[in-house]
């Protein structure tokens, strides 16, 4: 919201706060999810029966490839599910992939804004230790199986770019719903290189999402969305 004019909260209820403003003259909304797909699921589930039809996930991730470091923005277009959550909706074998609209115009906001960004396949667990390989306790002991031990260089090996909790999720519910949807994600640390910070990544991730949206906007009015003249 802070890339917004004529801002103001209109609802809050737990971790759900929503907000809307304007950002070069189009409206916009935002609300927070809390973590993981289950959170995720009851938000998205309320907006689209209040009748949302485009969705960007903004938010954090942990990055698998040398190329993209802290503060490196990721637009995961496929993604290996195993959230939980989007199982009590369909099939483990159907994909969870964004929307090629909304990734596109992502990109061409990145590009715009001068951004570096990595595009391509994401891993979404429902776990923050033992399914992102992470052990329980911090001194490694414990119980700390050996798949565990493996993900990351198995994640690696397939050429995945980055890993969060609460991605895919949405993803399916989105994509069942009928709702255009893709997600912009700022690398907070590095599994590989063993690197970790904030720094301004959220803030780009944020500023992205927004011109993603009157990028898109302006695109859905002429049909155009692969920059033919």
């Known amino acids: 919201a802070k890339n917004w004019t004529n801002v103001r909260e209109v609802a809050y209820n737990l971790q759900y706060k929503t907000i809307i403003g304007e950002y070069k003259g189009m409206p916009q909304g935002t609300t927070s999810t809390g973590v993981g797909a289950a959170s995720a699921e009851i938000c998205l589930n309320e907006l689209h029966n209040l009748g949302m039809h485009t969705c960007i996930r903004v938010g954090t991730v942990g990055g698998l490839d040398a190329r993209y470091d802290c503060a490196d923005l990721i637009i995961p277009l496929a993604i290996i599910r195993r959230d939980g959550t989007s199982d009590c909706y369909i099939d483990k074998e159907f994909p969870a992939f964004a929307d090629y609209r909304v990734a596109l115009a992502l990109m061409e906001a ?120």
Not at 124 to 153: C, N, T, V
Not at 174 to 187: D, F, K, N, P
Request: aromatic content about 14%; glycine content about 12%; proline content about 4%.
């Open 110 to 229: 990145c590009d715009r804004l001068g951004y570096k960004y990595g595009v391509g396949l994401h891993f979404s667990p429902g776990s923050f230790f033992l399914g992102q390989g992470r052990p329980m306790h911090e001194d490694g002991s414990g119980y700390f199986p050996s798949w565990a031990k493996d993900i990351i260089p198995d994640l690696q090996a397939a050429r995945v770019l980055s890993m969060e909790m609460d991605t895919s999720g949405p993803y399916i519910t989105a994509y069942l719903s009928g709702v255009r949807m893709a997600a912009i994600l700022t690398i907070v640390a590095n599994r590989v290189l063993n690197t970790w910070g904030y720094y301004d990544g959220e803030e780009k991730a944020c500023l992205a999402a927004s011109e993603a949206l009157k990028i898109l906007s302006e695109w859905d009015k002429t049909g155009n969305y692969f920059g033919e003249k």
